[in-house]
C-alpha cells in the first residue's frame, strides 16, 4: 500500500484487535505517512468521500455486519475510487472437483462466495476473479478477489 501511493500519500489501516495492530505497527512504524487506526468496519471514523482506493483482506467472510462494512468501504471512497474485496473462497467451478472436495473440507470458509449483491448497490463496475494462492506454511488457500468501483450508483446508498 505504502508504495503505491508513495511518499506523499496516506495510508489508513483498520483492524479491531488491538494485537493486529501491533503486529502491523511492526511492519509500519518505518513509514511517516501509514497510520494505523483501531475501528470497527460497520463504522469507519473517516471522512466521507476521502480515499482514492480501499483495499480489504481477509475479514468480509466473517463479518456479522457485512453490509454495513461494505457500506462504509464505499461511504470513505471518493466517487472513481477503486474497492478491492480479498478472501477465501474457492472457485466454483473447482467446487465439484475432487481437489476441490478436499479443500472444502479443510476450511468451510472456502465455500465463502464474494458479496456481489451488496457490492453492486454501490458500483455498476464488477468483477471477479479466482486463484489459489500456496502461502508460506505452504497449504494452499484457495480466494475471490472482487474489483469494483465507486460511482455515481453510489449516491443514492452511501450516505
Ligand atoms: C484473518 S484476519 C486478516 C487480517 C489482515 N487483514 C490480513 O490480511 O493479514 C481478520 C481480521 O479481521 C479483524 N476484524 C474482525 N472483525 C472486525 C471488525 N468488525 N472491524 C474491523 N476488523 C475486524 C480481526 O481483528 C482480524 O485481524
Not at 467451478?93 to 462466495?113: F, P, V
Request: charged share 25%.
Amino acid at each position: 500500500m505504502r508504495k503505491t501511493v508513495g511518499e506523499n500519500g496516506l495510508v489508513v489501516g483498520v483492524d479491531i484487535s488491538i494485537s493486529m495492530l501491533r503486529y502491523a505497527r511492526r511492519i509500519a512504524k518505518k513509514y511517516q505517512n501509514v497510520v494505523l487506526i483501531r475501528a470497527n468496519a460497520s463504522s469507519l471514523p473517516l471522512k466521507d468521500s476521502y480515499f482514492d482506493g480501499v483495499f480489504h483482506v481477509g475479514g468480509i467472510n466473517t463479518f456479522k455486519m457485512q453490509v454495513l462494512a461494505i457500506r462504509e468501504m464505499f461511504r470513505v471512497a471518493r466517487m472513481g475510487a477503486k474497492i478491492v474485496i480479498i478472501d477465501e473462497g474457492l472457485d466454483p467451478k473447482l467446487r465439484n472437483t475432487k481437489r476441490g472436495q478436499k479443500l472444502l473440507k479443510q476450511n468451510a470458509l472456502y465455500s465463502s462466495l464474494p458479496p456481489v449483491d451488496e457490492i453492486k448497490k454501490y458500483s455498476d463496475y464488477l468483477r471477479v476473479e479466482w486463484g489459489i494462492l500456496l502461502n508460506k506454511w505452504l497449504a494452499f488457500w484457495p480466494y475471490y478477489l472482487s474489483r469494483s468501483e465507486k460511482n455515481p450508483r453510489s449516491l443514492g446508498h452511501a450516505s
